[in-house]
């Protein structure tokens, strides 16, 4: 976290086995969230099957997504992502 907080990019992207939400009850995932926050970064979350999309692997994946304020297409994309997931499940 301390790269992005020096960089400062617009975008950030994390991905991760699901297996990190259960560790120490969501400590990192939790830490992850509460410091992007505190970067003033909106952000969202979500599991998706890396295999859909041509991974050669087929477990879930945990994904955190970060957004500068300024970038107002990043809800967009957020709501683009839920709907898809719910609609091709």
């Known amino acids: ?4 907080e020096y960089l400062k990019p617009k975008f950030v992207l994390m991905e991760n ?3 990190m939400l259960k560790m120490a009850k969501g400590y990192l995932a939790r830490f992850a ?7 003033n970064y909106q952000v969202r979350n979500g599991m998706m099957a890396a295999g859909a999309y041509g991974l050669a692997q087929f477990r879930l994946r945990f994904f ?7 970038e107002v297409k990043f ?5 683009c992502f839920i709907l898809m997931n719910r609609c091709c499940s």
Do not use: E
């Open 1 to 4: 976290m301390n790269i992005v």
């Open 17 to 19: 086995v699901v297996d």
């Open 33 to 39: 969230v509460g410091r992007l926050l505190q970067m």
């Open 64 to 70: 955190l997504w970060g957004a500068l304020p300024s």
């Open 75 to 79: 809800l967009m994309f957020s709501l």
